[in-house]
T-cell receptor
Framework: AQKITQTQPGMFVQEKEAVTLDCTYD???????LFWYKQPSSGEMIFLIYQGSYDQQNATEGRYSLNFQKARKSANLVISASQLGDSAMYFC????????????FGKGTRLSVIA | SQTIHQWPATLVQPVGSPLSLECTVE??????LYWYRQAAGRGLQLLFY??????ISSEVPQNLSASRPQDRQFILSSKKLLLSDSGFYLC????????????FGNGTRLTVT
């Protein structure tokens, strides 16, 4: 079974600054995938970034990067140059070895960007 | 391109009434389909998932059920709603593969009164 822990219920960041959202995970699967989603107040779930457990490099997608530390079982999301539109809930999720398995989500972190 | 449709967007139902939420996917075949529920300010709880027609896996025992009558159609039902069934229901699909993200519908906000 997989478990995701997000210990920051809420975070504040100044506009144009970088912010790191924490995510730790637990699994016994030898390979797995880690995902981050953004949920604005409208409720839609927006896929941001993916990291495979055997990927050699940390994933990046535009202003989003994933700081993957396998030994520490952490997959923190880094958002650079924060914008007001980044204010939202952010969820970390993971999937185990078998590709058909659903994603297990953390409880989320609410990010507020301040002008 | 693939799209997912989920309806209705909002629903207010009395306790004890039935429920039917529908989700359809276009532009792909044999998708994996999922129903999640999100309580206010909380994370996503997996309710059901399906890897094929007629194949339903239930994650949480409750008074909800799911069906997949067609390849790209996923239905969430209840015979009698409880107050605790209130929440935000999200349908999602994904192709097979460890690195395949889930693609979500816009959700249904259900209030049971």
């Amino acid at each position: 079974a997989q478990k995701i822990t997000q210990t920051q219920p809420g975070m504040f960041v100044q506009e144009k600054e970088a912010v790191t959202l924490d995510c730790t995970y637990d699994t016994s699967d030898p390979s797995y995938g880690l995902f981050w989603y953004k949920q604005p107040s409208s409720g839609e779930m927006i896929f941001l970034i993916y990291q495979g457990s055997y990927d050699q490099q940390n994933a990046t997608e535009g202003r989003y990067s994933l700081n993957f530390q396998k030994a520490r079982k952490s997959a923190n999301l880094v958002i650079s140059a924060s914008q007001l539109g980044d204010s939202a809930m952010y969820f970390c999720a993971m999937r185990g070895t078998v590709g058909n398995t659903p994603l297990v989500f953390g409880k989320g972190t609410r990010l507020s960007v301040i002008a | 391109s693939q799209t997912i449709h989920q309806w209705p967007a909002t629903l207010v139902q009395p306790v004890g009434s039935p429920l039917s939420l529908e989700c359809t996917v276009e532009g792909t075949s044999n998708p994996n389909l999922y129903w999640y529920r999100q309580a206010a300010g909380r994370g996503l709880q997996l309710l059901f998932y399906s890897v094929g027609i007629g194949q339903i896996s239930s994650e949480v025992p409750q008074n909800l059920s799911a069906s997949r009558p067609q390849d790209r159609q996923f239905i969430l039902s209840s015979k009698k709603l409880l107050l605790s069934d209130s929440g935000f229901y999200l349908c999602a699909w994904s192709p097979m593969g460890l690195g395949s993200p889930l693609h979500f519908g816009n959700g249904t906000r259900l209030t049971v009164t």
